[in-house]
Every structure is written in C-alpha cells, then in structure tokens.
C-alpha cells in the first residue's frame, strides 16, 4: 500500500489503535489513554477507591455483573465512582492531536513523501484545540475543586464536607419527590443544566411496584412497554446510561434524547434479556492465575511482535460496524 | 454504545493480528461470534509436539461476561487429557466462570492461561467425573449447570 494510504486508512479508521505508531513509546501513551473495558479512549472517565479508571459507562456496566474493580479486583461499588476531569480533558487533548502527532511520528519514524502541507492537510479534521473551560456557570454552579463537578454554590460547603457525595441542597425527605423533580416536564430540558451533577439513585426494584416503575419510565419519557422484568430492565439501564453520561464533563454530554436513542439500541441488540447466568463460578476456583501479571505478559507479547505493521489488516469478510462518528460540542469559553 | 462487543473484539483482532505468544495462532475469525485458535505447549511438557483447537464463542455480553471456551473435539481433533479438561473439550479454568472472569482480561489472556494450564501438568489423566458429565453436559459450556461438574475441587 502506498504511503499515503496507508495515512489516509490510518486517518480514515475509527479504530484508533496504540500500534498505529511506529514508536513505542508513543504507542505506550497512546494506550494508556485507553479503558481496560472497551479499549477505547475514555470517555467520561472516573475512578474508583483504588485508583484505577475507566469509562463510566465501562464500570457501571461492569458493576451490574460484579462489584469489584476489574483491574485489582477490590470490592468497588457506584458510590465509589467519580469523574476524573483532568482525565478526560487530558484524552480530549491527546485525541485532537492525535492525527498530527501520527502524521509526524510516521513521517519521523519511516521517509515520506508527503510535504509538510499535505500532512497538515490531511489531518485537518475536527479537531479543533479546546477553549478554556468555564469554572463558575451562569446558573451559580461552582466547579467543585475536589471532584470537579458542577456544584450549586450554596451547597460547595455541604458538598465538600460530604466527601463529594451529596450533590445539591439538603435531600428530599422523599425519593418520590426526587424522581419527579428529576423527571417532571418542567426541569426535563433543563435538567443537565440546571443540575449537572444529578445522579439517579440506585433503586431497589424489588420493593416496588410496576406501576411504580413504569411511571418513571414515562415521566423519563420512555418505553412502558412490557412487563415488570422488561421495565425493571429499561429503568436500570437507563439509569446507568443517564448517571454515566453525567460523569463527563459539561462540554462533553449528550442531551437526553440521545441517550434515549442509546436506550432504544440497547434493547434491540438483545441485551435486555436475562443473560445466561454463568454457574461455572463455584467449581472454578482452581487455578486462580495472578491475571494482572497475565495482562501483562499479553500485552508485553504483543509490543515483542515483529510483524510488519502493514499486514495488522483487517481480514475481508469481517463485519466491521460503521464507525460511530462522535460529536463535536462546542467548547464553553470564558469571558 | 451500539455493538460495543464487536468494537472491542476488533481491537483485539489488530493486536492479534500484530502478532500472538509463541505456540498460540489464530485459525479462525470470520465472524465476531466464533473464533478458532490452535494451542501448542511449548518446550518439555506432557503435550509436546500437540496442537489442540480451542473455541470460543462470544455474545453481546462480552467482555462484562466471560466468552464461551471450549476444545474442539471432532474427527480430526482431540482435547487433551488434563485434569481440568473433560473429553468433549470442555474446560474448568477459573478465569471462565463468573467469579474469576474480568472485563479486562482478553482472548489472548484465555489463551495463555489454558496454554500454561497445559505446561504445568503433572500427569495426564481424565477428570474424575469424566464418565458422569460428559454424557449430561450441555453443548455450550456456559449453560453448565453447577451441580454438574465437582470433581476438580477434589481432584
Ligand atoms: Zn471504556
Ligand atoms: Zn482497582
Ligand atoms: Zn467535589
């Protein structure tokens, strides 16, 4: 394949990947700014009590399966997650470079053709440089110096003292009055704004009643097709969805309609139903492998290749997805 | 979101692709629900000079949940004789089962912990329990059910 593209696949591709770099050490830094989940570059990263991160949407997910961190394997649970926002700004940083450090590192680490002009111009993309981001928004919410979550300033006190837990003024003596302050048409479109900080609590369907759940789902504008199971279902999931996409940064979040568009993904791909329960746990306990040093050693075999870079195609055949184009928001600027 | 499981096995293709551990090869991965590797214990071991064909088969679960692994066992193929490993290939590794899976383990890393399940053997024999579960178990090993298969623990 030709020089350029071979550049232009690289560019083109949504599957950004460390090896695309002919150096190590920029391959290293490129994957560190990858979840251990997913493998892609977080997105609305948090961290747990251990330290490790990943993309909110990673771990909670992660956490409805097990509670505990996927890397060192402590107990974790949701109340543990908060969003890493220098994280996230540090991969939002690397992933507008990234085609310009690529287009350089290639053309430093093999001789190319291309004249500086054309490299530029062919990463010229979306990857505009971000703008400062707001510390005080119009609404009064303070960027809080501890989580850097958006906090409303009568409650930074609270909020602080509270091991940034608590997220607004002095709880509800209801939840019920909670959910339909979450949920009422009035704060709806407003709610992220107003509230950016708002994580839906963690429910115990159990307890409650399907008439219960299913106005939730409708004052969420959603599905309230199905029965308890299914409802209970959607409820969690959309949950997940909606606290994870809280976890990123204000410039970073999606509006709810397409979170409710994510929703409707999800159960057409099935995940809805009861997954197989894996019984395989009890009797396998044997041969507990020390699996961080096995991630290791596969990810040390992998930089041991020698295999030209060239061949690492993708076989014909394989049904690749369409590349999910994310959106560009506009940076906040501050006057 | 959509197909988040076929976006990280092809993450994981690139890797292999850019290269696999010794005596680990890919034979198979036409399709993002079976993959077919062929394992080779390397050096001195009970299992020299034998390659073995190990399945795996994904879902949309996949990573949260562990895939579906298995020796292929069919007129050209065997499963090795391993305390852990039954006759129609099915396999009692730790790192499958709900309790010992983690997201962040990967194909490769199931390889490699089958393949040095393999090198550490001390004598090749049958589980215990062959002769009771494999007439009994399912097709795939993930829809075992627990009372099936307990002679690991005391093996
Ligand atoms: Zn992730
Ligand atoms: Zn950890
Ligand atoms: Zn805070």
Same mark, same amino acid.
């Given at each position: 394949?030709?020089?350029?593209?071979?550049?232009?696949?690289?560019?083109?591709?949504?599957?950004?990947?460390?090896?695309?770099?002919?150096?190590?050490?920029?391959?290293?830094?490129?994957?560190?700014?990858?979840?251990?989940?997913?493998?892609?570059?977080? =997105?609305?990263?948090?961290? %747990?009590?251990?330290?490790?991160?990943?993309?909110?949407?990673?771990?909670?997910?992660?956490?409805?399966?097990?509670?505990?961190?996927?890397?060192?394997?402590?107990?974790?649970?949701?109340?543990?997650?908060?969003?890493?926002?220098? %994280?996230?700004?540090?991969? /939002?940083?690397?992933?507008?470079?990234?085609?310009?450090?690529?287009?350089?590192?290639?053309? &430093?680490?093999?001789?190319?053709?291309?004249?500086?002009?054309?490299?530029?111009?062919?990463?010229?993309?979306?990857?505009?440089? &971000?703008?400062?981001?707001?510390?005080?928004?119009?609404?009064?919410?303070?960027?809080?110096?501890?989580?850097?979550?958006?906090?409303?300033? *009568?409650?930074?006190?609270?909020?602080? *003292?509270?091991?940034?837990?608590?997220?607004?003024?002095?709880?509800?003596?209801?939840?019920?009055?909670?959910?339909?302050?979450?949920?009422?048409?009035?704060?709806?479109?407003?709610? #992220?704004?107003?509230?950016?900080?708002?994580?839906?609590?963690?429910? &115990?369907?159990?307890?409650?009643?399907?008439?219960?759940?299913?106005?939730?789902?409708?004052?969420? /504008?959603?599905?309230?097709?199905?029965?308890?199971?299914?409802?209970?279902?959607?409820?969690?999931?959309?949950?997940?969805?909606? &606290?994870?996409?809280?976890?990123?940064?204000?410039?970073?979040?999606?509006?709810?309609?397409?979170?409710?568009?994510?929703?409707?993904?999800?159960?057409?791909?099935?995940?809805?139903?009861?997954? *197989?329960?894996?019984?395989?746990?009890?009797?396998?306990?044997?041969?507990?492998?020390?699996?961080?040093?096995?991630? /290791? =050693?596969?990810?040390?075999?992998?930089?041991?290749?020698?295999?030209? #870079?060239?061949? =690492?195609?993708? /076989?014909?055949?394989?049904?690749?997805?369409?590349?999910?184009?994310?959106?560009?928001?506009?940076?906040?600027?501050?006057? | 979101?959509?197909?988040?499981?076929?976006?990280?096995?092809?993450?994981?293709?690139?890797?292999?692709?850019? @290269?696999? !551990?010794? @005596?680990?090869?890919?034979?198979?991965?036409?399709?993002?629900?079976?993959?077919?590797?062929?394992?080779?214990?390397? @050096?001195?071991?009970?299992?020299?000079?034998?390659? +073995?064909?190990?399945? +795996?088969? +994904?879902?949309?679960?996949? !990573?949260?949940?562990?895939?579906?692994?298995? +020796?292929?066992?069919?007129?050209?193929?065997?499963a090795p004789v391993h305390p852990h490993v039954y006759s129609n290939g099915h396999i009692c590794a730790s790192i499958l089962g709900r309790e010992g899976w983690s997201p962040v383990l990967t194909v490769i890393a199931v390889c490699i912990?089958?393949?040095?399940?393999?090198?550490?053997?001390?004598?090749?024999?049958?589980?215990?329990?062959?002769?009771?579960?494999? !007439?009994?178990?399912?097709?795939? !090993?993930?829809?075992?059910?627990?009372?099936?298969?307990?002679?690991?623990?005391?093996?």
């Open positions: 394949m030709s020089k350029r593209n071979r550049l232009q696949s690289l560019l083109d591709s949504s599957i950004a990947d460390p090896s695309d770099f002919p150096q190590r050490e920029l391959g290293h830094l490129d994957s560190s700014l990858t979840c251990k989940i997913c493998r892609e570059f977080y =997105r609305g990263p948090v961290s %747990l009590s251990c330290g490790h991160c990943f993309c909110s949407l990673c771990i909670r997910n992660s956490m409805t399966s097990k509670q505990e961190c996927p890397v060192c394997r402590k107990c974790a649970n949701e109340g543990q997650i908060r969003p890493v926002a220098a %994280l996230e700004e540090i991969v /939002e940083s690397w992933k507008a470079a990234r085609a310009l450090v690529l287009t350089l590192a290639t053309a &430093n680490g093999e001789s190319s053709r291309l004249t500086p002009e054309e490299s530029i111009s062919a990463i010229a993309g979306p990857s505009t440089p &971000n703008k400062r981001r707001k510390l005080v928004s119009e609404d009064g919410l303070i960027d809080c110096p501890i989580c850097h979550t958006f906090v409303p300033f *009568d409650a930074i006190n609270m909020h602080i *003292d509270s091991g940034c837990k608590s997220t607004s003024t002095p709880s509800k003596p209801k939840q019920k009055a909670e959910w339909s302050k979450v949920f009422s048409k009035r704060s709806k479109d407003s709610a #992220q704004e107003s509230d950016p900080d708002r994580r839906l609590p963690k429910l &115990n369907y159990h307890t409650m009643k399907e008439k219960q759940i299913r106005e939730l789902l409708s004052q969420a /504008e959603l599905s309230t097709a199905g029965d308890k199971n299914a409802l209970t279902a959607r409820h969690q999931q959309w949950t997940i969805l909606y &606290n994870s996409n809280q976890d990123r940064s204000a410039s970073q979040r999606q509006d709810l309609e397409r979170i409710r568009k994510e929703l409707k993904k999800w159960e057409a791909e099935g995940k809805a139903r009861k997954v *197989d329960i894996d019984d395989t746990d009890e009797y396998q306990r044997l041969h507990k492998q020390d699996f961080i040093e096995l991630i /290791e =050693r596969a990810r040390r075999s992998r930089f041991h290749s020698h295999k030209p #870079q060239s061949s =690492r195609g993708r /076989e014909g055949g394989s049904p690749i997805e369409e590349p999910e184009v994310s959106e560009v928001t506009d940076p906040i600027e501050v006057d | 979101m959509a197909l988040a499981h076929t976006r990280r096995l092809n993450k994981e293709l690139a890797e292999i692709h850019a @290269g696999t !551990p010794v @005596g680990i090869n890919l034979v198979n991965a036409d399709t993002f629900e079976k993959w077919l590797f062929t394992i080779e214990v390397m @050096g001195t071991s009970e299992y020299e000079a034998k390659k +073995f064909l190990l399945m +795996f088969r +994904f879902d949309n679960t996949y !990573p949260i949940s562990a895939p579906a692994v298995q +020796f292929v066992v069919d007129d050209t193929h065997k912990t089958i393949q040095s399940m393999l090198a550490s053997c001390k004598k090749k024999e049958p589980p215990l329990d062959n002769d009771r579960y494999v !007439p009994r178990a399912p097709e795939n !090993p993930k829809k075992v059910s627990i009372s099936l298969m307990v002679s690991p623990l005391l093996a």
